[in-house]
C-alpha cells in the first residue's frame, strides 16, 4: 500500500477484520447453496484419468468453494482449467471442508492422502487463529500434516497457504499468526502462498454477504494468487 491510500486501506483492512469474524460460525454453521449437509467434504475430481498426476487442495470453506452456486467456480476448478489449458497431465482434487481446523485436518489427513498426489496444498489455520487456538499447537498440528504428506508421498512437493487474521486477540497473537505460514515453509523448505486472500479480502465486491467468503470474481483472484506459487512446480 502507498502513500496516499493508507487511509483508505486502512479502512478496508477494519472492514475485513470484523467480516472475519463472522467466518468461524459462516463456516461452520450454514451450509453452501447446492450442498445438502453442512460440513461436507467436497474432494471432487475432474472427468480426467485420477491414474494421473493429483493436485491435492486441502483445506476448509475456503478451498470447499463456501457459498458458491456452483463449485466449479471455486479456485480449485479454476486452477484444473489452467492446467487443461497449458496441456498438463495433473487431475486437481479439491478436499475442502468448511469449518475445518489444522486438528480436524490433522485427523483426517490419512484417508484423503493417494499415492499419485504429486502436489498437495495445504490450506488451513484460518480456524484456529479465529478461536484463539494456542500458536504451537497450530504449528504443531500443521508441522504433522507436512511430515505425514512427505512420509507417504516422499516425491510431493507441498504448498503452505499463508492467512492472516483480525487482531481482536492481540497485536502478538495477531503478528505470531501470520508469522507461522513463512516460518513454517523455510523451515520445511516448500512452497508459500504469502496470503491466500490477497487482493480479496476486506473488497466488499469480491466476497459474499457475510464479507469473508468470496464471490465468484473473488476467487479468480484467489485462483491467481495460488497459480503463481504452483506454476513453477509443475512446469
Not at 50 to 59: Q, V
Not at 83 to 101: F, H, M, P, Q, R
Not at 171 to 178: A, H, L, N, S, V
Not at 187 to 199: A, S, T, V
Amino acid at each position: 500500500m502507498i502513500a496516499i491510500k493508507h487511509l483508505r486501506a486502512r479502512r478496508i483492512l477494519l472492514s475485513f477484520c470484523g467480516a472475519l469474524m463472522l467466518f468461524l460460525t459462516a463456516c461452520k454453521e450454514t451450509p453452501s447453496k447446492g450442498d445438502d449437509q453442512k460440513e461436507e467434504t467436497v474432494t471432487e475430481k475432474t472427468d480426467k484419468n485420477t491414474d494421473g498426476s493429483t493436485i491435492l487442495f486441502f483445506g476448509d470453506s475456503l478451498t470447499a468453494g463456501y457459498g458458491l452456486e456452483d463449485t466449479n467456480d471455486a479456485f480449485p476448478s479454476l486452477i484444473q482449467q489452467k492446467i487443461d489449458s497449458l496441456g498438463l497431465d495433473y487431475t486437481v482434487v479439491n478436499a475442502g471442508l468448511s469449518g475445518e481446523t489444522t486438528s480436524g485436518g490433522r485427523g483426517r489427513l490419512e484417508w484423503v492422502l493417494e499415492p499419485n498426489v504429486k502436489v498437495f496444498v495445504l490450506e488451513l489455520g484460518a480456524n484456529d487463529g479465529l478461536r484463539g487456538i494456542p500458536l504451537e499447537e497450530t504449528k504443531n498440528n500443521l508441522q504433522a500434516m507436512i511430515d505425514l504428506v512427505k512420509k507417504e508421498n516422499p516425491g510431493a512437493k507441498i504448498i503452505l497457504a499463508g492467512m492472516q487474521i483480525p487482531p481482536n486477540m492481540g497485536p502478538e497473537y495477531t503478528t505470531g499468526f501470520k508469522d507461522i505460514f513463512p516460518a513454517m515453509a523455510e523451515k520445511n523448505d516448500i512452497g508459500l502462498i504469502p496470503f491466500l486472500l490477497e487482493d480479496v479480502g476486506g473488497i466488499p465486491a469480491l466476497n459474499q454477504g457475510d464479507g469473508i467468503h468470496p464471490t465468484v470474481e473473488g476467487h479468480k483472484i484467489v485462483a491467481e494468487n495460488v497459480w503463481k506459487s504452483l506454476k513453477p512446480l509443475i512446469n
